[in-house]
């Protein structure tokens, strides 16, 4: 049985929990959003030929041995194969770039939060 005590102690714990969770939550919902606005402004739609260029050559030359034997798998497949994998890795590489930017942009601001907050305590 479970004392007042530890009742107490278990609800703060689960709690606290929760609000972590909450809070991880909305950090990816902002990184969410920030890596929409990067999108928005850096890439954009259609997608530019060199910024297809840029991720496409990025994309070949982090691939492993057996992401080329599947490329050359769709390649032998045809060309709607081909172009559907190049597609989704291209897409999936510049969305990563997007987000990567985004949690540095969260960061600066946060860091620059932080400054700013110390710098009105010691003002005040």
Known sequence: ??????????????????????????????????????????????????????????????MDEAELGELGASFAAGPADFGALLISQVDGYLQARCRAKAREQIERELVQAEAEAVADRMAA
């Open 1 to 62: 049985m479970n004392t007042a005590l530890e009742q107490a102690y278990e609800r703060r714990t689960l709690s606290a929990h929760y609000a972590e969770l909450d809070a991880s939550l909305t950090e990816d919902e902002v990184i969410k959003a920030a890596a929409a606005e990067i999108w928005a402004r850096e890439i954009g739609h259609p997608i530019p030929g060199n910024v297809i260029d840029e991720a496409l050559g990025d994309v070949l030359s982090e």
